[in-house]
């Protein structure tokens, strides 16, 4: 099977199951026997068509009769795809790019063969004028051509300006760089660095945080005989800095009650060197078991895994812990280069958002020692879904003050306050917020 045919089974898949498209190229690509090149080209097909959804069918609209909703689900994916190739990819020629489309839309519904190859010589004859975005609405173009729920963009621009949101915009739309954590249990960052490049891995440091490499060409890392033997995770550097903020000493009692898949949990256990208790809750049974995993591989002996509702509280807890993160669920607005249909996501999908937060976040202050410390995340640059919750949380909760994150350097202008804004567009990661507080009485 060749790469766009792969590609359109994944994308049939992603637009029938809503699933996300990581999860749906794992599943799809598990067994299949194919060059690297027809991997990275399906690779390549599968997020451009994803992350271009919304221009692909303004230019669909634009030039039939019959709208997108109107389409068949294999005569819409086929479209989105050639003319994914002939607006965003030099390396296609446009002849390649109609002929191989078209002969697909062949084989899966012949009927509509005439009229995909109409549509898209069509965009080839004329096509500047048929590729550009005018709406007549500002807000509206921008949300076209970057292809974004419209209220996230008009959101953006009132809180952040046109020239800010134009950059994030650039900055979402980037190939995300990889990261990896060196676990300091078993090996240092150089060692680790030098038996990658013996394996013809690009390897280099990551500024910001000791533990971190950014890793290029490595590919098929769970095979990987480093992975294995639990040398390294993967987390971005944003996730990081959050096991740098709390910055946990030896011996501590650690309470990490939205865990899952276990990124923070194990790094924070690693940075008490195997010492004290790191108690992760999560409650799914299947991230449960990622977070198992992890600890095994890592070699931790530290970790606890419990079943808990961060919603719940749990009178057993009380006061028992030293530190406890709150690294809450969010609208994901800050990790787009990573998961591209957060793009789509409604202003209803979020709404519920703020007052699950602050229940957790209330929740886990509940457990936190007087004089400990308490640490509230997100993967969101949205500010009513961070600063405006802990300072919420403060108004209520007087026992409780921000206090200076000076164990790294990320946010000059507000770390000093107790609190990180993180942005892909400044700081060349993702997107993330992060609260440092502590409980004084």
Known sequence: ??????????LCDIED??????????????????????????????????ENQYYLDY????????????????????????IYQIAFLDSISEYAAVNETVNLV?????????????????????????????????????ATRNS??????????????????????????????????????????????KKLKEQGVSASKANIVEEAIK??????????????????????????????????????????????????????????NNTGTVVARDIFEHKLKLINDTVDRLGLTNVEVENFDACELDENSIEKFDYVLADVPCSGLGIIRRKPEIKYKSKEDLKDLPQIQMDILQKASNYVKVGGTLVYSTCTVQDKENIEIVKAFIAENENFELIPIDEINVDLDNQDKGYLKIYPNIHGIDGFFIAKLRRVR
């Open 106 to 142: 062949k084989k899966y519904d012949n009927r509509s063969a005439g009229f995909v190859n109409a549509i898209l010589r069509n965009i080839i004859r004329s096509k500047d004028e048929v590729l550009k975005v005018d709406t007549g609405n500002e807000i509206m173009d921008l």
């Open 59 to 82: 230019i669909i609209n634009k030039l039939s009769k019959i709208k997108t909703q109107k389409l068949s689900t294999y005569v819409k994916i086929l479209l989105r795809m050639g």
């Open 215 to 272: 890793v290029e060409n490595l590919k098929n890392i769970e095979n990987n005989e480093l992975f294995k033997n639990g040398l390294f995770t993967i987390q971005d550097i944003s996730s990081m800095i959050v096991g740098k903020v709390i910055n946990p000493k030896e011996n501590s009692m650690v309470l990490d009650i939205c865990s899952a898949p276990g990124g923070k949990t194990t790094h924070l256990a690693t940075l008490m």
């Open 1 to 10: 099977m060749k790469a766009r045919e792969i590609a359109f089974k994944v």
């Open 148 to 193: 974004y729920s419209p209220w996230m963009i008009k959101d953006w621009v009132k809180n952040f300006g046109q020239e800010f949101t134009e950059d994030l915009l650039e900055a979402n739309s980037e190939k995300p760089s990889l990261y990896i954590r060196v676990n300091t249990l078993k090996i240092t960052r150089d060692e680790l660095i």
């Open 17 to 50: 199951n809503n699933n996300y498209s990581n999860i749906a190229i794992n599943k799809h690509f598990k067994n299949l026997d194919i060059t690297n090149q027809d991997r990275g080209l399906a690779t390549e097909l599968i997020y451009g068509v994803v």
